[in-house]
């Protein structure tokens, strides 16, 4: 149960913010990544990810 970034991730950064419960998507090198460990799939929030309407690019899926 948890989102994860493509490689058609273009590093905006426009998805972090997003994920302001579970603080689950960090900047890496080239491309942000999602923690699986920590994303919920927005369970919480309706179990509708918060960082996919984010995504211009469409770069976060489900894992
Ligand atoms: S689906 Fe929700 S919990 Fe998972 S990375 Fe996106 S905003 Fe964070
Ligand atoms: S919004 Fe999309 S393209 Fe931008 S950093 Fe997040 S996953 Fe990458």
Same mark, same amino acid.
């Given at each position: 149960? &948890?989102?994860?970034?493509? $490689?058609?991730? %273009?590093?905006?950064? &426009?998805?972090? $913010?997003?994920?302001?419960?579970?603080?689950?998507? =960090?900047?890496?090198?080239?491309?942000? %990544?999602?923690?699986?460990?920590?994303?919920? *799939?927005? *369970?919480? =929030?309706?179990?509708? +990810?918060?960082? %996919? +309407?984010?995504? &211009? %690019? *469409?770069?976060?899926?489900?894992?």
């Amino acid at each position: 149960m &948890a989102m994860k970034i493509t $490689d058609d991730c %273009v590093a905006c950064g &426009a998805c972090i $913010d997003a994920c302001d419960i579970n603080f689950a998507i =960090s900047e890496a090198d080239p491309i942000y %990544v999602i923690d699986p460990a920590l994303c919920t *799939e927005c *369970e919480e =929030s309706g179990g509708d +990810p918060k960082c %996919v +309407p984010n995504c &211009a %690019v *469409e770069a976060i899926v489900k894992a």
